[in-house]
C-alpha cells in the first residue's frame, strides 16, 4: 500500500511539472527544426558552450520547420525537445498539436529575416527569374497556351514557359513538405505567380488554392531533403539544375553558386533586409517554457542568441547570413527572451 502511495506521488509529481527528472537524465538543450535556421542557431550554441564553462553545448538537429514542430510538441519531459527553430511562424493547428500533448507554454522569439534564393551553377548564365514564371514551371496545373484551360503541367523546358528564357529542362531541386522554406517559397513565389492568371481567379477560393500550391510531380520539381548543403553540391555537380534554399546557404558557397534574381532584384544581403528582394520572410525561434529551469541554460542561451554581439547589425549571426532586425524589433525580441511570455 505505502509502496503504491509512493508510485502515485511520484507519478503526479511528473504530471505536474513535467520534466521533473531531466536535469539528472539529460544535462544539454535540444534544439530542433528548420535547416535555414540551423547554422545560426549552431552557431551560437557553439559560443554559448564555449563562453559557458557551467553548461554543455546544446545538440542541434534540422530537422525541418515541420518536422522540428512535430518532434517539439510531443510532449513535455527528457525525451523531447526543449526548442525548436522554424524559417516560419508557427501554424494554429500546430499550437492546438502541442497544448493536446501537454505543452502550453510556448514562447516565440524573432531572430532576423532570410530570403529565400533560386540558386545555379557559376557555369551558367544567370536567369532572370519571375515569380510568374516559377509558377508556369513548378505547377502541377497551369493554363493550356491559347486556350488558357487548366492542364496537367506540359513544359519541359525553361523556353517553354518564357521565350526569353533558355531550352534547358526544368529541373529544381527544393525541400520536402515538411520544410518552412517549403511553406514559405508556396506563399511568397506560387502564391504570388498564379494570381495573375484569369483561369486561376475564376476559380473558387479553395480551388485557387489549391491550384496556385501544388507542385508538379513529374521528375521537374526534386524533394531534396532538409541538407540545404546537399543541394549546393548537387549544383555544382549538375550545372542544369536550379535549387532552392535560403540566402546564408547561397552566401557560404558564391565561390561555386550564384542567385538568380527574381522580378529583376538579386538576392543580396541589402535587397533583403530593404524589403526589395521578394522572396524573404522572417526566422524564429520556439521555447517550450516548461523546460526553462529544468533543462539547465535555457535562459542563458536564449539572452545569448538574442545578444547585440550576435543578432546585432555586427553580429556573428550577421556573418552568418542572417538579415539582422530593425532596432525596434530587435529590443522586443530582447524583451521576448528576457521575459518568456508565452504566445
Known amino acids: 500500500m505505502i509502496k503504491h502511495k509512493l508510485a502515485c506521488a511520484v507519478a503526479a509529481t511528473f504530471t505536474l511539472i513535467g520534466a521533473a527528472h531531466a536535469q539528472s537524465a539529460r544535462d544539454y538543450i535540444s534544439i530542433v527544426g528548420?535547416?535555414?535556421?540551423?547554422?545560426?542557431?549552431?552557431?551560437?550554441?557553439?559560443?554559448?558552450?564555449?563562453?559557458?564553462?557551467?553548461?554543455?553545448?546544446?545538440?542541434?538537429?534540422s530537422t525541418g520547420t515541420g518536422g522540428g514542430f512535430k518532434l517539439f510538441c510531443g510532449g513535455v519531459g527528457v525525451e523531447f525537445p526543449d526548442l525548436s527553430n522554424a524559417s516560419r511562424a508557427v501554424k494554429k493547428s500546430e499550437i492546438e498539436t502541442c497544448a493536446k500533448n501537454g505543452v502550453k507554454e510556448i514562447v516565440e522569439i524573432k531572430i532576423g529575416f532570410d530570403g529565400i534564393v533560386v540558386a545555379s551553377s557559376k557555369k551558367n548564365e544567370p536567369m532572370p527569374l519571375t515569380t510568374k514564371d516559377l509558377w508556369l514551371a513548378l505547377a502541377k496545373q497551369v493554363p493550356e497556351p491559347g486556350t488558357g484551360k487548366l492542364v496537367a503541367n506540359p513544359f519541359k523546358t525553361?523556353?517553354?514557359?518564357?521565350?526569353?528564357?533558355?531550352?534547358?529542362?526544368?529541373?529544381?531541386?527544393g525541400p520536402p513538405p515538411t520544410s518552412g522554406t517549403r511553406d514559405a517559397f508556396v506563399e511568397l513565389v506560387m502564391d504570388v505567380g498564379c494570381e495573375e492568371f484569369p483561369a486561376v481567379k475564376a476559380l473558387d477560393k479553395e480551388e485557387a488554392k489549391a491550384v496556385c500550391q501544388t507542385i508538379r510531380e513529374d521528375g521537374a520539381y526534386i524533394e531534396a531533403g532538409e541538407n540545404d548543403n546537399l543541394i549546393v553540391?548537387?549544383?555544382?555537380?549538375?550545372?542544369?539544375?536550379?535549387?532552392?534554399?535560403?540566402?546564408?546557404?547561397?552566401?557560404?558557397?558564391?565561390?561555386?553558386?550564384?542567385?538568380?534574381p527574381i522580378n529583376g532584384v538579386q538576392?543580396?544581403?541589402?535587397?533583403?533586409?530593404?524589403?526589395?528582394?521578394?522572396?524573404?520572410?522572417?526566422?524564429?525561434?520556439?521555447?517550450?517554457?516548461?523546460?526553462?529551469?529544468?533543462?539547465?541554460?535555457?535562459?542563458?542561451?536564449?539572452?545569448?542568441y538574442?545578444?547585440?554581439?550576435?543578432?546585432?547589425?555586427?553580429?556573428?549571426?550577421?556573418?552568418?547570413?542572417?538579415?539582422?532586425?530593425?532596432?525596434?524589433?530587435?529590443?522586443?525580441?530582447?524583451?521576448?527572451?528576457?521575459?518568456?511570455?508565452?504566445?
Open 34 to 61: 528548420s535547416s535555414t535556421v540551423y547554422p545560426f542557431t549552431t552557431a551560437v550554441a557553439e559560443q554559448f558552450g564555449k563562453a559557458n564553462a557551467n553548461f554543455k553545448t546544446p545538440k542541434v538537429e
Open 158 to 173: 525553361w523556353k517553354d514557359v518564357s521565350p526569353d528564357l533558355p531550352a534547358k529542362k526544368i529541373e529544381v531541386l
Open 233 to 260: 553540391n548537387k549544383l555544382v555537380a549538375n550545372p542544369n539544375a536550379l535549387g532552392i534554399f535560403g540566402y546564408s546557404f547561397l552566401e557560404e558557397n558564391l565561390d561555386k553558386i550564384q542567385g538568380e
Open 267 to 304: 538576392p543580396e544581403f541589402d535587397n533583403i533586409a530593404s524589403g526589395k528582394y521578394p522572396v524573404s520572410r522572417p526566422l524564429f525561434i520556439y521555447v517550450k517554457k516548461a523546460h526553462v529551469g529544468v533543462i539547465p541554460g535555457i535562459k542563458e542561451f536564449v539572452a545569448e
Open 306 to 343: 538574442v545578444s547585440d554581439k550576435a543578432m546585432g547589425d555586427e553580429g556573428y549571426l550577421a556573418s552568418k547570413g542572417l538579415i539582422p532586425l530593425p532596432a525596434d524589433q530587435r529590443k522586443q525580441s530582447a524583451m521576448d527572451a528576457k521575459n518568456l511570455k508565452p504566445l
